[in-house]
């Protein structure tokens, strides 16, 4: 019978070692080895990576094309989360167009502590355990406790009551009969359950508290969660059972553990967003079965996570008042267009060097702008402090913002307002000049859909000078 032990491998040159170390031995790489799992059979053959069985090792495409799974994808019953996940129009009769989960599915969600993870997959659980159609709905829980998670669906529920009424008896009593909890952090007893009650859906939160015998490491080691990974995703797939993971994040942003747990999964979700603030957007990483350029905006309140069905609208404050030092600026989200309002604070500076301060903007953008403006504008920044801020708490990198940053930094420094319903759109140059923008025609669009009749960019103005003459900030 074979005896499993563990030993630990270079992530880097793959060389192993019998126990843990700072260095390698072979690459001389610092903090690389990874305690894996390998097998020493009785009988012959070479020790090797403990498998496990994923069932028949040859499949037809036309076997694959009959699996009645595949035809349709599961829809979350969110939006902005279906938005996030894909769409696809299958070839099939009816020409289908669908969007949400695919069948078999491993989809890994990271984020801050406290930022909504597990509040949007409990508002998902319940959206799916409601619905006739649907089987049980497997909840690991990890981190929390049965009960907790019970008050979190219950705070739902009351929402969703007092919103639509949409849950009616029938509802209720398949969300209570078809949610199971799994209270066991050991992945091989996951497994095995997974394996006997075949659920509609997996959720593990969070993959961290995972681990197995078979590793000497702690729950949350980069071994235990390559391992714990590696065998849910493995069992998932062969019963082809859509599963989210639940994973921490590092104090530097990252997902907690190995990088080849990104690889392991099929897509990658990120939900960020000010702690402080009550706006959430969620993003694709990494997706094999859509697109990584959508992003769902979501708010949070005490129930949970609401759709943002008009984002423009959550970022634009003074829509019916001009004030100095506030521009309108289209940014891309996606495919997403957005509206978002720009605020610069532009003030006689106390100090031997001025201060240059962004929210939600790069520093080194502030700076360029700064001098670009005395540079062709000649406007006095060299001796005042500079503010920018994006309003709503979003952080903003693309090129397309410097033209309604440069102008706002205009208008509070000679103290004017701008027109209202006024966009600006467009990069600016170290020379001073105007450039274009991608998608600026479907900007535009979005921007006379809500209302702006006046959109500057490079189509109706070549150097930021005349621009800033137009609207008199000379």
Known sequence: MAKSSSSYVCQSCENSHAK?????????????????????????????????????????????????????????????????????????????????IVPGAV????????????????????????????GNILYVSGEESPSQIGLRIGRILDKEQDKSKRFGKDSLRNIKEKTVFVTSTDVDEVCKIISKEKPYLVIVDSIQTLSTDDLAGAAGSPGQIREAADRITTTVKQLNIPTFLVGHVTKEGGIAGPKILEHIVDAVLELSGDRTGDLRIL???????????????????????????????????????????????????????????????????????PRRVGRGVELSRIQVLSAILEKHCGL???????????????????????????????????????????????????????????????????????????????????????????????
Not at 73 to 91: C, N
Not at 117 to 133: G, H, R
């Open 20 to 100: 843990w170390q700072g260095q390698c031995n072979g690459c001389g790489a610092w903090n690389t080895l990874v305690e894996q799992v390998i097998e020493k059979s009785s009988g012959k053959g070479l020790p090797g990576r403990k498998k496990l069985k994923v069932g028949n090792t040859l499949v037809k495409l036309s076997e694959v094309d009959s699996v009645e799974g595949f035809k349709k994808r599961i829809s979350t019953k969110i939006g902005e989360f279906d938005r996030v996940l894909g769409s696809s129009t299958m070839s099939n009769e009816d020409n289908i167009s669908n969007h949400g």
């Open 107 to 134: 989809m890994l969600i990271g984020g801050e502590p406290g930022i909504g993870k597990s509040t949007i997959l409990t508002q998902l659980v319940v959206n799916l355990a409601a619905s006739n159609d649907t």
């Open 283 to 353: 993003r694709a990483i990494k997706n094999r079965f859509g697109a990584t350029d959508e992003v769902g905006v979501f708010k949070i309140d005490e129930f949970g996570l609401q759709e943002v069905s008009n984002p423009s609208q959550v970022f634009l404050e003074h829509l019916d008042m001009s004030v100095p030092g506030s521009s309108t600026i289209c940014v891309m989200e996606g495919t997403r267009p957005l509206l978002v309002e720009v605020q610069a604070l532009v003030l006689k500076s106390q100090l031997a060097m």
């Open 380 to 474: 006095p920044l060299g001796f005042t402090d500079l503010f920018l801020s994006i309003a709503g708490g979003i952080k903003v990198k693309e090129p397309s913002i410097d033209l309604g940053l440069a102008v706002a930094m205009a208008s509070s420094l000679k103290n004017k307002s701008l027109p209202q319903k006024t966009i600006f759109i467009g990069e600016v140059g170290l020379l001073g000049e105007v450039r274009n923008v991608s998608y600026l025609d479907r900007r535009i669009k979005e921007a006379k859909r809500l209302g702006y009749s006046k959109v500057i960019s490079r189509k109706t103005h070549k150097r930021v000078k005349d621009v800033l003459n137009e609207f008199k900030l000379l």
